[in-house]
């Protein structure tokens, strides 16, 4: 029988220090006279509120709330936001933001903090003293007990990081990130009434890799290319130019534009792009470079000049930037400002925490954990001469999310190890709603956040506590698959590890035999249509592992029956993700609009880091899509061209077409999947040199539109477009080459 109930489903007694909860009443402090109407900031009655709420859901009463300048009271008071009781010795402690102290003396209980340290003193009071758990944004329990009786104590947090921030779907709720004491406000807005959160100024455009929104090619590429990154003759707006001095100031334009719209901004990242980056070596940068400067102390003289200017503005903002691609190697000469902050990003395994990955390679010196070795190195080396650092860190698989990926055995480690190195704040990579586990990480995780320095046997009361009450009676079947999950993965995996090289193709039907039994009997032992949701995620997370590593092979098999099951699980399978919201694949991929499910759902997640143009349609509806493919050539030039094409696209009017000088002409091809499933060869004609402006002068559609946006503006090449590309479906396109059809040989 599980211990824990719904708040509300069977009532507690409360005794604090041997009085009834009956006895009491809420006091806060009124700033204002007593001739005035009683005043209290937002974040204070919201903590009034919740106690009041909480305590009336467990006991059925409710409490009175009382201000400190009425001259009559309660026998009893919970004194909330610092008081002029006599008793209430905390109303003059300065407290950072989320520090809180709660006091229980003389029958009495004191709960203050900071702005939002008072509100997570709350949630702690009714967490580790009234049972109450916070697991979920609608599944909340408590750890029911007849009678609750608290004695006299004192309980003080002073959190390690200030910046704690879980980006994942199931964490965006305001109200729940609050409850979970997770403060960064890069997904969700916390308001006054919560105290507020850590963010960075830009909002979603301003949390990381800004090179490319503060100084956007769309509007300055054409007329000051010199502001973008030299590299073989040609300006790349995948990086600027840090020598340049106008650089700096629509860098500082942009940052001021942002900063303004703030209410109160304490971060603004100024940081090297994502994906396609590109590093100036233009004279300037050159010299630096001859000087044995690295890119690192290019960087850094760049963003120690910002900040020194955005100091002069806002005394009080501090500038990020990333430690990450060809600026992760520490800098050789020039170090980040003191109020600086770098985003140290971590890179290597996920299957065992980083110190213990550290250790074993210097005994072993496995390669296989020299990525999670240099990443540690480099951590401590910036501990040493950087004043705060805050993490980056990917606890989650970034390839296939609906997949089992088991790190519950590093999160308190890791956490543990980044408070031990410097590090003052922690941002971590997760995903979209999934099968994973989600929900467990995002407690698991929070809780870590908050106190890196929690024992071991509390850490793993913490995961037994959230399986029991979120997934029901069937929890020790869940704990048994979690273990199961975890003894048949391999010892070392990556963020971007596909399943299979997770768990092995040699351990596969053992995991699924048995992970099976046990959900299925978990299923067994639900109670609620909440439970048997949850519990069914688990049975997808099987699922979707089998499809995704057999698939093809049963498709390539004789097995017709088997084929035509593996099929119907297929769309069951996407039937299922849609049904629970899970349209997602990662991050901005989501599940493609497809009709043949003989596509595995491996290619739903396909990505090529070898192709030299693609795209995918992450519209909610079919439409024309547009790519360059990069080809040499003058501009103008007519050619014919070669290149290899894959796509998931079943659209019956995806045909392929080429911008000639003057118009699209449209061929008679149109490769969907179920003819092109791999990579085909195909020639067209009559293309002409171009880039995306001459195309968007020509053709009249804009360059910031939705299609040719994320076009690279400084490639050249032929226009390739499909002419209806499903939502979700991606191409990609490799080898590209000029022919000479006349010879009908490669000229170029």
């Not at 997370?541 to 390539?556: A, G, P, R, T, W």
Request: net charge neutral; hydrophobic share 35%; proline share 4%.
């Amino acid at each position: 029988m599980s211990r824990f109930l719904r708040l509300g489903e069977k009532l507690s007694e409360i005794y604090i220090c041997g009085n009834d909860i009956s006895n009491f009443s809420i006091v806060h402090h009124s700033a204002a006279s007593l001739r005035a109407p009683a005043m209290a900031p937002e974040n204070i009655q919201k903590a009034v509120s919740v106690l009041q709420s909480y305590i009336a859901k467990i006991s059925d009463v409710v409490l009175p709330v009382l201000y400190d300048n009425y001259p009559l009271k309660t026998d009893f008071e919970i004194l909330v936001g610092g008081t002029d009781r006599e008793i209430d010795q905390t109303k003059d402690t300065v407290y950072n933001s989320d520090d809180y102290d709660i006091i229980v003396k003389k029958g009495n209980v004191i709960i203050n903090g900071g702005k939002r340290g008072v509100l997570y003193g709350v949630y702690a009071f009714l967490e580790k003293y009234m049972g109450v758990r916070f697991f979920q944004k609608d599944v909340e329990r408590i750890l029911y007990r007849d009678k609750i009786e608290i004695g006299a104590l004192k309980d003080s947090a002073r959190p390690v990081f200030e910046y704690r921030d879980v980006c994942d779907w199931t964490m965006f709720d305001a109200d729940f990130s609050v409850k979970s004491k997770v403060n960064g406000s890069f997904v969700r807005r916390l308001h006054a009434e919560n105290g507020g959160g850590v963010g960075f100024a830009g909002g979603f455009d301003g949390l990381v890799h800004t090179f490319l929104r503060l100084v956007p090619p769309s509007v300055y590429y054409d007329e000051k290319p010199y502001l973008y990154a030299l590299e073989k003759g040609v300006r790349n707006p995948g990086g600027l130019c840090m020598s340049e001095d106008e650089t700096l100031e629509v860098v500082l334009k942009s940052a001021y534009k942002w900063l303004d719209k703030e209410e109160d901004p304490t971060l603004i990242s100024i940081s090297i792009n994502d994906g396609e980056m590109a590093y100036c070596h233009c004279d300037r940068c050159e010299e630096k470079r001859k000087k044995g400067w690295n890119e690192t102390d290019i960087l850094y003289d760049f963003v120690n000049r910002a900040q020194k200017r955005i100091r002069r503005k806002y005394p009080g903002v501090s500038v990020e930037t990333i430690s990450y691609h060809d600026v992760a190697t520490p800098p050789n000469f020039v170090f980040p400002d003191k109020d600086v902050v770098v985003r140290v990003c971590s890179t290597g395994e996920r299957s065992i925490a980083f110190p213990d990955a550290r250790e074993l390679y210097l005994k072993t010196k496995d390669p296989a954990l020299k990525t999670a070795y240099d990443y540690t190195e480099r951590l401590k080396a910036y501990a040493n001469f950087t004043k705060k650092i805050y993490v980056w860190d990917y606890p989650y698989s970034y390839n296939i999310i609906n997949c089992p990926f088991p790190v519950f055995k590093t999160l308190l480690k890791n956490a543990r190890f980044f408070a031990e190195n410097n590090c003052k704040g922690v941002f971590t990579n997760g995903n979209v709603a999934d099968c994973d586990f989600s929900e467990l990480k995002v407690y698991l995780l929070s809780k870590v956040l908050f106190d890196p320095f929690m024992s071991e046997e509390e850490y793993s009361r913490c995961l037994s506590e959230f399986v029991e009450g979120y997934y029901g009676d069937g929890y020790k079947e869940v704990l048994s698959y979690i273990d199961l999950v975890e003894k048949s993965s391999v010892p070392v995996f990556y963020t971007g590890s596909f399943p299979q090289e997770i768990i092995p193709v040699g351990n596969a039907e053992k995991y699924l035999t048995e992970g099976r039994k046990l959900i299925g009997k978990a299923m067994d032992l639900a109670k609620t249509e909440g439970e048997r949701r949850n519990l069914k995620k688990i049975l997808l997370q099987m699922e979707y592992y089998e499809l995704f590593v057999f698939f093809e092979e049963v498709m390539k098999g004789k097995d017709e029956e088997k084929k035509r099951d593996y099929i119907s699980r297929n769309k069951q399978l996407h039937d299922s993700l849609r049904g629970l919201g899970m349209t997602r694949i990662v991050e901005n991929c989501f599940l493609p609009v497809v009709r043949n499910f003989r596509q595995p759902i491996s290619e739903c997640s396909y990505w090529d880091l070898k192709c030299a143009a693609g795209d995918r349609n992450n519209e909610r509806y079919a439409r024309e899509l547009f790519v360059i493919v990069p080809l040499p050539g003058e501009m103008g030039e007519k050619v014919d061209f070669k290149f290899s094409y894959r796509t998931n696209n079943e659209n019956g009017g995806g045909y392929l077409g080429v911008f000639d000088g003057e118009k699209i002409v449209d061929f008679d091809l149109n490769p969907d999947w179920d003819n092109y499933s791999d990579f085909r060869d195909i020639i067209l004609r009559g293309a002409e040199i171009t880039d995306v402006k001459g195309f968007s002068v020509k053709s009249g559609i804009p360059l910031d539109s939705v299609y040719l946006e994320l076009i690279p503006r400084h490639l050249k090449g032929a226009v390739l477009r499909v002419r209806s590309m499903n939502a979700g479906a991606y191409l990609f396109v490799r080898d590209p080459k000029i022919v000479d059809l006349r010879l009908n040989n490669l000229t170029k």
